[in-house]
């Protein structure tokens, strides 16, 4: 499963921000996001969960139901 955490870097370590038990050894990936573009990027990615809700082929029944 995966898991998307907050942390901090501190030097050259990363600090997570929460508790959790990850085994020795587990593989991780790191997204760095610089804060002058921290607020496009969440925008990119809402807008993205966004339009997998409103614009779907399944609610085009709904807007002819609308029309009727």
Do not use: C, R
Not at 2 to 19: C, D, F, M, P, R
Not at 30 to 37: A, D, G, Q, R, S
Request: zero cysteines; aromatic letters at 8%; proline letters at 4%.
């Amino acid at each position: 499963m995966l898991n998307t955490l907050w942390a901090i870097v501190h030097g050259e370590k990363i600090e997570l921000l929460e508790k959790i038990d990850i085994p020795e050894g587990t593989k991780v990936l790191v997204t760095i996001l610089p804060k002058e573009h921290e607020p496009q990027f969440w925008l990119k990615t809402s807008q993205i969960s966004l339009d997998k809700v409103w614009n779907n082929t399944e609610d085009e029944v709904y807007a002819k139901l609308l029309k009727e």
